[in-house]
RNA sequence: UACCCGGUGGUGUAACGGUAACACAAGGGACUUUGGCUCCCUAAUUCCAGGUUCGAAUCCUGGCCGGGUAGCCA
């Protein structure tokens, strides 16, 4: 840019920027450092086209961090007219299994990306790769070193003191070639030796002492089988394969910055196409761990009921918990690009997940801790069908009918003996309206003799307030859900809560782990809750409203005639608040 | 202790040398057949010190603080 004009003109008068870049298109995912550097590089014509790529390791199940990856490439290469790379980096075959590329792809396309033709695998360069190395070492670039593990730990030198040379350092190319060739041939037993770059054992970035581009490991690899026994390190076949794939911006996490000088200086060395690497913060959010190391563990340790269970924030945890992707996609927008590593507050998340199903979850009557009403003025047989709005935010979604009876159930928080201040739920002897039924009246309770608690609510309901409007204009202050116990469907309830009790899971007392804060109450289950009939055969990943509940979504558990819900995330209840501040348990 | 990167309300992100803004969270209010939604309002921000400039969150220098890096992991 140049800074010719010193007060800049208001923006309606200032030219479109950028539409004389090549393919570059608005911006949808907004704009930020590395979508900026993309343009700035379409404008100095340092590449005239974009093509990005998504890279992970199938060795673990993609994670709500990934998916600020998948969105963050894919999206830049739907806003500047380019294309976006699937691509496996499968070059460390004892951690890594089909299980997890099937995982992964099914995952991406959940979110909504379409990698069309183009699911590429590390793997597939095992060769190109293998000709590159001996190129390398033909002109004295790399050699093989016989130095054991411990011992390149030892030559390494540390993050304040120079490395030292390894004594195979100086062997010949023919030398070198040969012993190469025989590694790959499997005359040497595993970790005997490796190929490594010759750069400088003194320099400041410990990346760049002579790094090992190969090494000795007879492990089955889930695409090349048996063929190989040696396989390239991450450093030496990342940068090498966006290369050949054309990609033109390498957009990786913070912790790869250092090892940009090194994936600079293969392509170099090579003289070959080169892409440019970027560096962004990856995702931290709180009450949450969001390590493969950490989630893993969850898993192994049955801390969790495996990688998709709902508290889990993995793409295929929060599926199964009901999210939708389109909330996934907006949170990852909305929480923007930037190379400082901080962490997002989870209510982000929360809130993109409401606003997205306020908008297209139907609503429906659910009770979860049941109390039975009984209407004492209402005929004994009696059965009516009431009609029920689906969902005010969108009048298309139209009516249903609910049954209403003379037995009820309300939700135990919604009636109280002695009503605390602003409380303003049924009492006795307050009238309350039923939503989408009659305004009740509470009369008296039944006790049980020895505890005192109230097993049953008596009322009288008011037949001219059908469907809940008062023809006298009284108000009521207070609407309850409730469901009608003859028609009710009892289903199971599973209630999440933050996996860890604390923001920052690593905020523990000296000597204990970040497991010491797992939440005992992440997950609660309620057998039986009841459910307005109409969800009888609500399938297997549907989402509703209960009213003045939740979000929940039909989880795969469920069977005939026995449905189980998940809770996506409650509403926001701005009485808890209150009650909070009274000092109650709401 | 070496090198690299970063530091803007509680949290995250903008502002590209010209009045520090937006969202979430928090607090208050209006509305309401969901204590939901929606709407309105309030409080709250440039790490510090110098320098350049008419003017600095932005450029420069120094410091402070935070993160990353010493796998034959990625």
């Not at 998948?70 to 951690?95: E, H, V, W």
């Not at 809130?351 to 009557?365: F, G, Q, S």
């Not at 939740?550 to 069977?559: E, I, L, M, Q, T």
Request: hydrophobic share 35%; net charge negative; charged share 30%.
């Amino acid at each position: 840019m140049s800074g010719d004009n010193p007060i800049p003109k208001p923006a309606a008068e200032r030219p479109d920027p950028d539409v004389s870049a090549a393919g570059c298109a608005p911006c949808e995912g907004g704009s930020d450092f590395i979508r900026e550097a993309i343009r700035e590089d379409l404008r100095t014509g340092r590449y005239d086209h974009v093509h990005t790529r998504f890279p992970p390791e199938p060795n673990g199940y993609l994670h709500i961090g990934h998916a600020k990856s998948i969105c963050l490439n894919f999206g830049i290469a739907q806003d500047f007219g380019g294309k976006c790379n699937l691509r496996f980096d499968d070059t460390n075959p004892t951690k890594e299994d089909v299980e997890y590329v099937e995982s992964i792809q099914e995952d991406i396309r959940w979110l909504g990306f379409d990698w069309e033709d183009r699911c590429f695998y590390a793997s597939d360069y095992f060769e190109q790769l293998y000709q590159w190395a001996e190129e390398l070492i033909r002109k004295g670039r790399a050699y093989v070193c016989d130095l054991t593990p411990d011992q390149v730990r030892e030559y390494r030198g540390t993050l304040t003191e120079p490395g030292r040379e390894s004594p195979y350092r100086n062997r010949s190319p023919e030398e070198n070639l040969d012993l190469f060739r025989r590694m790959r041939a499997g005359e040497f037993p595993d970790g005997s030796r490796t190929l490594r770059a010759k750069i400088d054992m003194a320099h400041p970035n410990v990346n760049m002492r002579d790094p090992v581009m190969y090494r000795i490991l007879r492990a089955r690899h889930h695409r090349t089988g048996d063929k190989w026994c040696i396989y390239p390190t991450y450093d030496w076949a990342h940068g090498q394969s966006d290369s050949l794939e054309g990609i033109t911006h390498s957009i990786c996490t913070l912790e790869f910055e250092i090892h940009r000088p090194l994936y600079e200086w293969f392509i170099q060395a090579l003289g070959i196409y080169a892409p440019r690497q970027i560096e962004f913060a990856r995702l931290n959010l709180t009450y949450t761990v969001m390590s493969k190391r950490r989630l893993l563990q969850l898993v192994q340790e049955g801390l969790v009921r495996g990688w998709d269970d709902p508290r889990m924030p993995t793409i295929c945890g929060l599926r199964r918990r009901g999210y939708t992707p389109e909330a996934i996609r907006e949170f990852c927008r909305r929480i923007g690009v930037a190379k400082y590593d901080g962490v997002i507050d989870i209510s982000l998340l929360e809130h993109c997940l409401r606003e997205d199903l306020n908008r297209r979850a139907p609503r429906v009557l659910a009770v979860l801790r049941p109390l039975r009403v009984v209407i004492d003025n209402y005929p004994e047989e009696q059965v009516e069908q009431l009609d029920a709005v689906n969902n005010p935010e969108d009048p298309g979604m139209g009516v249903r009918q609910i049954p209403f009876s003379k037995v009820l159930y309300i939700e135990q928080d919604d009636f109280r003996e002695t009503p605390p201040p602003k409380y303003y739920r049924l009492s006795p002897g307050r009238e309350v309206r039923l939503r989408w039924g009659y305004f009740i009246r509470c009369t008296h309770v039944l006790k049980d003799p020895q505890t005192g608690e109230v097993l049953e609510v008596h009322c009288t309901y008011d037949p001219a307030t059908r469907g809940g409007n008062a023809p006298d204009g009284r108000k009521v202050k207070a609407t309850i859900h409730w469901v009608s116990a003859q028609h009710a469907l009892p289903v199971e309830v599973r209630l999440y809560d933050h996996l860890f009790t604390k923001p920052d899971p690593d905020d523990v007392a000296e000597g204990a782990d970040w497991r010491a804060n797992l939440n005992p109450q992440s997950l609660e289950v309620v057998s039986p809750a009841f459910v307005e009939p109409s969800l009888q055969d609500a399938p297997v990943g549907s989402r509703y409203q209960f009213e003045r509940l939740g979000y929940f979504s039909v989880d795969p558990d469920s069977a005939p005639g026995r449905l189980v819900f998940n809770r996506t995330v409650s509403l926001k209840d701005a009485w808890a608040k209150i009650a909070k501040q009274q000092g109650q348990d709401a």
